[in-house]
Nanobody
Framework: QVQLVESGGGLVQPGGSLRLSCAAS????????MAWYRRAPGKEREFVAI???????CSNQDVKGRFTISRDNAKNTLSHQMTSLEPGDTAIYYC?????WGQGTQVTVSS
């Protein structure tokens, strides 16, 4: 049974940083793309960033230069280093691999 479990969310002040992690189990995803999505209050879920199995990256223009996606194929994990956080980054962040989604982790940026 495939499971994706996100962690690392929390409350942070504007300008702060957080590192999200997604631990995958039940299947090895080293040969697939892995991605982060987010859903802000009152909005639809949106794409944030994706990393290919060879390490190619692409991200939403809103987060480019502030967020860095990475992966550890040996550990079957996905990470997301988020810096210079803004109130507009407040959302539930989800890990997605193929058709599998994690349960999400809440990120709140507020003073």
């Amino acid at each position: 049974q495939v499971q994706l479990v996100e962690s690392g969310g929390g409350l942070v002040q504007p300008g702060g940083s957080l590192r999200l992690s997604c631990a995958a189990s039940g299947r090895n995803f080293s040969a697939t793309n892995m991605a982060w999505y987010r859903r802000a209050p009152g909005k639809e879920r949106e794409f944030v960033a994706i990393i290919g199995y060879l390490g190619t990256k692409c991200s939403n223009q809103d987060v480019k230069g502030r967020f860095t996606i990475s992966r550890d194929n040996a550990k079957n994990t996905l990470s997301h280093q988020m810096t210079s956080l803004e109130p507009g980054d407040t959302a539930i962040y989800y890990c997605k691999v193929l058709d599998f989604w994690g349960q999400g982790t809440q990120v709140t940026v507020s003073s």
